[in-house]
């Protein structure tokens, strides 16, 4: 046994271990005599960087004037202002006073009982002091959890769909006869011939995938389809959904598949976008923005045109992504906060700055008759893309703020991914037909998502 332990100690304190020993304490002395970061000011966390370079002047001329009231603005990366306001939420340890977090991170923020969300209720003040009327209803839907408003929406992000104007025009091939999907794949339909003989379609009419979720998604909800109801609880294993997806499914599947995937932000993607090897593409105005920077080379060879309908007379238009604005509980400067986050969220030099440097149009209708929304656009090819998103602001569908959204878009996805599948096992590529399996396999899907969300005992107590 002595042996044994000597042999233990020389392992211990064996010229490896030391060192590692020694490196632990050094380090550990060098971080607790580090100076803590303070922060002057009221803290405000946020994460996305061209929401912090137009907040700057704004945040400025705040400091200026109300000199007493500071505002202290400090970006973090997404994920480390999800832990930190997700942990302080659960076990009150500190957060900013002020906080404006993405649509995804915010869902996880309604998974118990109402009275316990960790941000105040902004219902009754929103409707007393008139910002519910001016701002885009819809936008609200994201960040309203069982009735209750718990945020200012940031944003709108309605959806055009962008075309290679040169190519379409250079064709002959008139976009004014569009209005819906069958239209649009019917008026295209020439583009998508091998005319250079190397056995491929010389274009693909629009970007969509089988593991592209997001267009799926924004498909079912310019639908009318639903991932969850207004209790948000599951509610996609629906006949509209089903038809949704099966109708995609013979957009990307079999042989004469129109439809592929190309990435929205990556190097490859804007290369084949700028060759032309796609078409068309759902563009929420945020990803307008990102374009002109990262694919400049695209300038003058795009143009918008509403997203067609799924039937005569429908809606134009989608969603995807959103932001919001909201004030901690724990914060002890409620009336500073609010009064920060009006000057901030309602402001028209914002919805201007925003606009102008990322394409994104503000949720505030008040700002909507501004003139530099009716700018032309060179990028596009002179159209005035703001006037064209804000027609379809209006009409953008109601969206879920179910802490599941997040579980309820992968079931969607993996429902897709199930449906191709079968289509190409079985050689099955007409609506009809795949319709009835589409359904089954959303059945299937949604029957597990209500499992896991039967375990959540404090959401199923709290909507008892």
Same mark, same amino acid.
């Given at each position: 046994m002595i042996k044994a332990l000597r042999e233990n100690i020389d392992r211990f304190l064996s010229p490896g271990a030391l060192v590692i020993l020694s490196i632990a304490i050094v380090t550990s002395f060098i971080v607790a005599s580090l100076p803590e970061k303070v922060v002057d000011?009221?803290?405000?966390?946020?994460?996305?960087?061209?929401?912090?370079?137009?907040?700057?002047? !704004?945040?400025?001329?705040?400091?200026?004037? #109300?000199? %007493?009231?500071?505002?202290?603005?400090?970006?973090?990366?997404?994920?480390?202002? @999800?832990?930190?306001?997700?942990?302080?939420f659960l076990s009150g340890t500190p957060v900013a006073d002020i906080i404006e977090a993405g649509i995804g991170v915010v869902a996880k923020v309604f998974l118990g009982p109402v009275n316990e969300i960790g941000f105040v209720d902004l219902t009754d003040l929103i409707h007393k002091e008139g910002i519910y009327q001016q701002i885009n209803t819809p936008s609200f839907a994201p960040y309203t959890s069982r009735g209750r408003i718990f945020g200012l929406p940031h944003d709108v992000h309605p959806v055009l769909l962008a075309y290679r104007s040169d190519i379409v025009e250079a064709a002959g091939i008139d976009v004014s006869t569009i209005e819906t999907w069958d239209d649009y794949f019917r008026v295209m339909r020439p583009l998508f011939r091998d005319r250079n003989g190397d056995g491929q379609p010389d274009h693909f009419l629009m970007t969509a995938d089988d593991t592209r979720s997001d267009v799926a998604i924004m498909l079912i909800l310019q639908a009318g389809g639903s991932i969850f109801d207004q209790n948000d609880k599951p509610d996609f294993a629906s006949?509209?959904?089903?038809?949704? !997806?099966?109708?995609?499914?013979?957009?990307?599947? $079999?042989?004469?598949?129109?439809?592929?995937?190309?990435?929205?932000?990556?190097?490859?993607?804007?290369?084949q976008r700028l060759e032309g090897f796609v078409i068309g593409t759902l563009v929420p105005d945020y990803m307008a923005g990102s374009w002109k920077i990262e694919n400049p080379s695209l300038s003058g060879k795009l143009k918008f045109m509403p997203v067609p309908a799924w039937e005569k007379g429908g809606r134009r238009t989608t969603v995807a992504g959103g932001t919001m604005i909201g004030i901690p509980k724990a914060s002890k400067h409620f009336?500073?906060?609010?009064?920060?986050? #009006?000057? !901030?969220?309602?402001?028209?030099?914002?919805?201007?700055?925003?606009?102008?440097?990322?394409?994104?149009?503000?949720?505030?209708?008040?700002?909507?008759?501004?003139?530099?929304?009716?700018?032309?656009?060179?990028?596009?090819? $002179?159209?005035?893309?703001?006037?064209?998103?804000?027609?379809?602001?209006?009409?953008?569908?109601?969206?879920?703020?179910?802490?599941?959204?997040?579980?309820?878009?992968? #079931?969607?996805?993996?429902?897709?991914? @199930?449906?191709?599948?079968?289509?190409?096992?079985?050689?099955?590529? %007409?609506?009809?037909?795949? @319709?009835?399996e589409a359904l089954n396999i959303l059945k299937a899907n949604q029957a597990s998502l209500e499992r896991l969300i039967s375990r959540n005992l404090f959401l199923v107590k709290d909507e008892k």
């Open positions: 000011g009221l803290p405000f966390w946020l994460t996305a960087t061209a929401h912090r370079a137009a907040y700057v002047e !704004l945040v400025a001329e705040w400091n200026e004037e #109300k000199p %007493d009231k500071k505002i202290g603005m400090t970006q973090l990366h997404s994920r480390a202002l @999800e832990r930190r306001m997700l942990s302080g006949k509209r959904n089903a038809h949704v !997806l099966a109708t995609l499914t013979t957009w990307i599947a $079999g042989p004469n598949a129109t439809c592929t995937d190309v990435p929205a932000n990556t190097a490859a993607g804007h290369r009336d500073t906060g609010w009064e920060f986050v #009006k000057h !901030l969220y309602l402001s028209p030099d914002l919805a201007k700055h925003m606009f102008e440097n990322t394409s994104i149009i503000s949720p505030v209708k008040t700002t909507w008759t501004e003139s530099f929304y009716d700018e032309p656009d060179p990028f596009f090819s $002179g159209q005035p893309i703001g006037r064209m998103y804000i027609e379809q602001a209006p009409h953008v569908p109601h969206r879920p703020s179910s802490p599941y959204t997040s579980a309820g878009g992968q #079931k969607i996805a993996s429902s897709l991914i @199930e449906l191709a599948r079968y289509a190409r096992a079985n050689e099955i590529y %007409d609506v009809a037909s795949l @319709e009835i």
